[in-house]
């Protein structure tokens, strides 16, 4: 149910089954796509608005695909009730709309956890030595890296009404801590269980200690 991009004859073409996931026209679908823009490897010295102008053609492309599908996502109501989510902006919020897909299909909580790869993962010896949080890693890697990369920066906001971060530091400082990598994992399960209750309530973020 992802989206993906390809290079076809110079030109960035997209692939996947837009029209199930987006309620839009598919003229406009066929603009929306998951895009990684990558920066040059190596580049001479020069000014801000040289290095704009240093930007390959493809990055350039990529850019304005990012933008259209941005403005796209926000015609979608999931778009707000993700963005006001502490850490979550405009980029990230429409990319995770993308590899969500249609969240209706999820029944449960645990039915997009799972989805996701952060079910937690039996583990044969019945011992866990706080360093790590063994999940399954059998969902979508792509969404999975969304939600690392908004727990990541979330936890490094400065406010306070923040449940996430208060999350982080609960795993960091409990009796079995959590180093930094498993508390963060922790922190994306959580966070797609907040995703999944707002988004089926309709409601905004809201803080709750």
């Known amino acids: 149910m992802s989206l993906s991009i390809a290079n076809s004859g110079g030109q960035l073409v997209a692939h996947g089954p837009l029209h199930r996931l987006l309620p839009l026209p598919a003229a406009s679908l066929s603009k929306v796509y998951r895009v990684m823009p990558l920066a040059p490897v190596s580049a001479p010295s020069m ?11 493809p ?16 015609e979608l109501p999931d778009f707000s009730i993700i ?14 709309i993308a590899e969500l ?4 299909r999820f029944k449960k909580k645990n039915e997009l ?10 583990s044969e010896s019945g011992q866990d030595d706080g360093d790590h949080m063994h999940i399954t890693k059998k969902g979508n890697k792509r969404l999975r890296c969304l939600l690392y990369l908004a727990v990541t920066c979330s936890i490094r906001l400065k406010r306070d009404d923040n449940s996430i ?3 982080y530091i609960k795993k960091k400082q ?3 801590p ?23 309530t309709g409601e905004l973020y809201q803080y709750n200690k």
């Open 178 to 200: 959590m180093c930094s990598k498993a508390a963060k994992t922790a922190c994306a399960s959580k966070l797609v269980r907040i995703i999944y209750s707002m988004c089926k």
């Open 59 to 74: 990055a350039q492309a990529a850019e304005r695909t990012i933008g259209e599908m941005i403005k796209l996502a926000q």
């Open 165 to 167: 971060k208060d999350f």
């Open 101 to 104: 897909g249609d969240m209706t």
């Open 83 to 96: 963005k006001s989510i502490p850490g979550i902006g405009d980029n990230l919020a429409a990319r995770i």
């Open 113 to 122: 956890v799972a989805f996701a790869g952060l079910d937690p993962r039996i």
């Open 174 to 176: 409990q009796s079995n």
């Open 47 to 57: 000014t801000f608005a040289g290095a704009a102008a240093y930007m390959p053609p």
